[in-house]
């Protein structure tokens, strides 16, 4: 509310309401107009419990003296008003308060005005949600659980902090406005996805102008995540998501988001474990291990080299997706399988067994077990290896988790690359849930099995967890014998 045109005499406005003893009735009568949009007259009765002598006075001076004296003070605010009206201010209390202090915010008005803008903001994902129609119900209650909002204001923070010191102050944008410009900026990066393994930097520095956009450690990257994982994964509940822990518990790694959206946070450091896999060099099972200066020169002989040196040795390696897209890759022959496990500790365990089945025997260099660990949410360089592998035909084959998250992992890498399911089926789980031992509730929202429908059934009728290490030496010993068939085929 701002002060009206009128006829009045502002020294004797001053005089009655404009001193230090009569601040708290102001103070409690521009509360009351802001409380009430700004209404043009005031009513009712305002008190204070242990009023000074100035104080009293003061009220005198307004008032008259009061009907009733008491401990406390009594101010009827009808009564104030004719008082102005009739005398020094015609325009009535409201007016004269914000006379004497300044505007008065309209906070309905403004609260309003604040919830149209982030409704504006939220809206700004409608073309995304659009193309990935399951988006929005997640959108709607990701937002309404206040995360949009903390993530704007964590941005808005940051900004302030970046700007500190560099020229002149600037007021940051209101939180709504940033909101509303992270949310443009997450719809133009979900608009290019997905891609075919490009970088996160150089993704952001096409999409958004800066190549640290997307970072982790930013407030937008990790809404981004947040949105990414929705839209290319499973989510779990909505208001299990935050700024902080975009995805929640249990749910996809940042690297693991993107990589399922074909983004790799660089081609350093999206790797993949494998076991067995023969280098394309012209004779793989001759070729050195040390050939001085060619092989360094040249990407793919070294990895080439490598491969083959780490197979005939029997033992895991690690491939940078720049190693996986050298070339040094040879394909599998027609006929072949490759194994995929989600954990670790099946290569490891694989990898002990075939070292230990020849001791004493010369490693022979033709073709023999193939496995490559999706370590979780398969990477860029996990699907491209397994890519390059097949090129020629050879099958894939893979065993994950027996929990939710595992069977969403599951259903990710069968979207980028087709494979058959390995001890992975509803028989399968029941032979090991018959065999007992230790396990977790399964928990979480339920997910399908489109590979055996019946698999996601058993699962949710047992309701227990068997993780891939329950299982790790059975399954080392069909990769290293070569037998990979289900319980339900043997």
């Known amino acids: 509310m701002t002060a009206t045109a009128h006829v009045g005499d502002p020294a004797a406005l001053t005089r009655l309401l404009g001193g230090p003893h009569t601040r708290w009735l102001v103070d409690r009568v521009r509360a009351r107009i802001a409380a009430s949009s700004g209404v043009a007259s005031l009513s009712g009765t305002v008190r204070l419990a242990r009023p000074t002598p100035e104080e009293r006075d003061a009220v005198t001076l307004l008032v008259g003296r009061p009907r009733r004296p008491g401990a406390g003070l009594s101010v009827d605010l009808a009564d104030v008003e004719q008082i102005l009206r009739r005398g020094p201010w015609p325009a009535g209390l409201a007016d004269a308060v914000v006379t004497l202090t300044g505007p008065v915010v309209d906070r309905r008005a403004q609260r309003a005005a604040e919830s149209d803008a982030w409704a504006a903001a939220q809206a700004e994902l409608a073309s995304a949600t659009a193309r990935w129609p399951d988006l929005s119900e997640w959108w709607d209650a990701w937002c309404a659980a206040g995360n949009l909002k903390r993530a704007a204001r964590a941005e808005a923070t940051r900004r302030q902090r970046a700007g500190a010191g560099a020229g002149p102050h600037r007021d940051a944008p209101a939180p709504p406005m940033v909101a509303r410009e992270m949310v443009r900026d997450v719809t133009a990066v979900l608009r290019v996805l997905p891609t075919s393994g490009e970088p996160l930097a150089v993704l952001a520095r096409r999409v958004l102008g800066d190549a640290h956009g997307l970072d982790a450690d930013r407030p937008l990257g990790r809404l981004a995540v947040a949105v990414v994982a929705a839209a290319f994964l499973a989510p779990g509940p909505a208001d299990a998501s935050t700024v902080e822990d975009p995805v929640g518990d249990g749910s996809p790694s940042t690297r693991e988001t993107w990589a399922a959206a074909g983004v790799v946070l660089s081609n350093v450091a999206s790797t993949?474990?494998?076991?067995?896999?023969?280098?394309?060099?012209?004779?793989?099972?001759?070729?050195?291990?040390?050939?001085?200066?060619?092989?360094?020169?040249?990407?793919?002989?070294?990895?080439?080299?490598?491969?083959?040196?780490?197979?005939?040795?029997?033992?895991?390696?690690?491939?940078?997706?720049?190693?996986?897209?050298?070339?040094?890759?040879?394909?599998?022959?027609?006929?072949?399988?490759?194994?995929?496990?989600?954990?670790?500790?099946?290569?490891?365990?694989?990898?002990?067994?075939?070292?230990?089945?020849?001791?004493?025997?010369?490693?022979?260099?033709?073709?023999?077990?193939?496995?490559?660990?999706?370590?979780?949410?398969?990477?860029?360089?996990?699907?491209?290896?397994?890519?390059?592998?097949?090129?020629?035909?050879?099958?894939?084959?893979?065993?994950?988790?027996?929990?939710?998250?595992?069977?969403?992992?599951?259903?990710?890498?069968?979207?980028?690359?087709?494979?058959?399911?390995w001890r992975f089926t509803a028989a399968d789980y029941r032979a090991a849930v018959d065999a007992g031992g230790p396990s977790r509730p399964l928990t979480g929202p339920p997910a399908p099995s489109p590979w055996d429908p019946a698999l996601a059934e058993a699962m949710a009728e047992a309701g227990a967890v068997v993780e891939e290490e329950a299982v790790a030496d059975e399954l080392a010993a069909h990769v290293i014998s070569g037998r990979s068939g289900s319980a339900a085929e043997r």
């Not at 012209?282 to 070729?287: F, W, Y």
């Not at 491969?307 to 033992?315: F, G, I, K, P, S």
């Not at 720049?322 to 490891?348: F, I, K, M, Y």
């Not at 490559?372 to 099958?395: D, F, I, N």
Request: glycine residues 10%.
């Open 272 to 421: 993949v474990l494998c076991l067995g896999v023969p280098g394309a060099g012209p004779d793989p099972g001759g070729l050195p291990v040390a050939e001085p200066v060619a092989v360094r020169l040249d990407p793919s002989a070294a990895t080439s080299s490598a491969l083959e040196a780490m197979r005939l040795a029997r033992v895991p390696v690690v491939l940078t997706l720049d190693q996986v897209r050298s070339g040094g890759v040879a394909a599998l022959a027609p006929q072949a399988v490759v194994h995929v496990c989600e954990n670790p500790t099946v290569v490891e365990v694989a990898a002990a067994r075939w070292a230990s089945s020849s001791h004493g025997a010369e490693p022979s260099p033709g073709p023999g077990p193939v496995l490559v660990c999706g370590w979780g949410q398969p990477s860029t360089a996990v699907v491209e290896l397994l890519r390059a592998l097949t090129s020629c035909g050879a099958r894939v084959r893979y065993h994950g988790d027996f929990d939710w998250p595992g069977l969403r992992i599951a259903q990710a890498l069968a979207a980028r690359v087709p494979w058959e399911p």
